[in-house]
C-alpha cells in the first residue's frame, strides 16, 4: 500500500533563518506531489505542484521554493524565513485515475508540519 | 475559475444529533467534488467524492453528500454524529488536471 512521511512535524525557527520540509511516498512510482500551507483559521492554499522530477509549478510569489530531486521525494525550501511563513505545512500525492473516460486527481495527505517561525 | 464557499465557518451539534455541512462551487463545467476532514493537528483525509453517475455518494463514517448541480451544492451530511466527528471538514472542488480549490472549511464542535 501507498504511504506518505513528513518531517520534521514540528518546527520553531527565527525569522530569517532556513527552511527545509521532507515528503517522500512510498508504494507507488511517478506520483504527482503537492505541498499545500493552511495558516490558522484559513483554508488550504496550493503552493506548488510537480508532475514529475524536475518539473515544478509554483502557484503563488512567496518567499518559499520545492524541488524534487527524485521521483518520490518532494521538498520544501526557504532561504530567509518570514514572520508570514508561519502555518501547517501538508504534503500530498496523487495518481491520475481514469473514471469512465476522464482523469481525476484524487489527493492523499501526509500529516503535515506545523512550522512557527518567531 | 474555480472556487468553492463553505457558508458556515464553525457548527455545533449534539451528539447524536443530525449534521449537514453547505458547500458551494463554482466551476465551469462538470465538477470532481470532495470533501475531507481534518482532525486537529492532523492531515486531511477524504470522506467521499464525487465524478459523475449517482448524485447521492457514500462516504466512509457514515457520511454522504448530494451534488445538485442546480444549486451548485455538495452538501454533507451524517444521520446521527458521534463525539469523534468532531473535526474540520473541507469541500474542494477540481477540474480534470492537477489542481483541486479548497474551501475555507467548517469546524464541528460535538457537545454530550
Known amino acids: 500500500s501507498q504511504t506518505i512521511h513528513q518531517w520534521p512535524a514540528t518546527l520553531v525557527q527565527p525569522v530569517g533563518s532556513p527552511l527545509s520540509l521532507e515528503c517522500t511516498v512510498e508504494g507507488t512510482s511517478n506520483p504527482n506531489l503537492y505541498w499545500y500551507r493552511q495558516a490558522a483559521g484559513r483554508g488550504l492554499q496550493l503552493l506548488f505542484y510537480s508532475i514529475g522530477i524536475d518539473q515544478i509549478s509554483s502557484e503563488v510569489p512567496q518567499n518559499l521554493s520545492a524541488s524534487r530531486p527524485q521521483d518520490r521525494q518532494f521538498i520544501l525550501s526557504s532561504k530567509k524565513l518570514l514572520l508570514s511563513d508561519s502555518g501547517f505545512y501538508l504534503c500530498?500525492?496523487?495518481?491520475?485515475?481514469?473514471?469512465?473516460?476522464?482523469?481525476?486527481?484524487?489527493?492523499?495527505f501526509g500529516a503535515g508540519s506545523r512550522l512557527t517561525v518567531l | 475559475a474555480q472556487s468553492v464557499t463553505q457558508p458556515d465557518i464553525h457548527i455545533t451539534v449534539s451528539e447524536g444529533a443530525s449534521l449537514e455541512l453547505r458547500c458551494n462551487y463554482s466551476?465551469?463545467?462538470?465538477?470532481?467534488l470532495f470533501w475531507y476532514v481534518q482532525s486537529p493537528g492532523q492531515g486531511l483525509q477524504l470522506l467521499l467524492k464525487?465524478?459523475?453517475?449517482?448524485?447521492l455518494v457514500q462516504g466512509i463514517k457514515g457520511f454522504e453528500a448530494e451534488f445538485k448541480r442546480s444549486q451548485s451544492s455538495f452538501n454533507l451530511r451524517k444521520p446521527s454524529v458521534h463525539w469523534s466527528d468532531a473535526a474540520e471538514y473541507f469541500c474542494a472542488v477540481g477540474p480534470n488536471d492537477y489542481k483541486l480549490s479548497f474551501g475555507a472549511g467548517t469546524t464541528v464542535t460535538v457537545r454530550a
Open positions: 500530498a500525492w496523487s495518481v491520475l485515475r481514469t473514471f469512465q473516460g476522464s482523469g481525476a486527481n484524487v489527493l492523499t
Open positions: 466551476y465551469g463545467a462538470t465538477p470532481y
Open positions: 464525487y465524478f459523475s453517475g449517482d448524485t
